[in-house]
Nanobody, 123 residues
Framework: EAQLVESGGGLVQAGGSLRLSCEAS????????IGWFRQAPGKEREGVSG????????WYADSTKARFLISKDDRRNTVDLQMNALDSDDTAVYYC????????????????WGQGTQVTVSS
């Protein structure tokens, strides 16, 4: 059974950093794209960053491009999201997702999802 588990969320002051990790099991990790998404209260889920199965062509949302960095480790079956210069607009539940066919920023196209980890940025 495919499983994704996020970790690393928490409370941080504005301007601070967090590193989220997504650990995968139950499927051939090397063959899957991994994406990070977030959902704030009352808002639709949005794409934050994604990386193809072969670690090429990472994408970032415009709001995170200069501050976040995604990395994929096939030995550990993990994808990390380093988040810097956080501000209150980054407060949300962050989810990772996996898909064997695509790596879109549109969340509806992804196959597997984790349960999410809360990120709260205090101003």
């Amino acid at each position: 059974e495919a499983q994704l588990v996020e970790s690393g969320g928490g409370l941080v002051q504005a301007g601070g950093s967090l590193r989220l990790s997504c650990e995968a099991s139950g499927f051939t990790f090397d063959d899957y794209a991994i994406g990070w998404f977030r959902q704030a209260p009352g808002k639709e889920r949005e794409g934050v960053s994604g990386i193809f199965y072969d670690k090429t062509k990472p994408w970032y949302a415009d709001s995170t491009k200069a501050r976040f960095l995604i990395s994929k480790d096939d030995r550990r079956n993990t994808v990390d999201l380093q988040m810097n210069a956080l501000d209150s607009d980054d407060t949300a539940v962050y989810y990772c997702a996996a898909d064997p066919d695509s790596c879109y920023s549109e969340y509806r196209s992804w196959d597997y999802w984790g349960q999410g980890t809360q990120v709260t940025v205090s101003s």
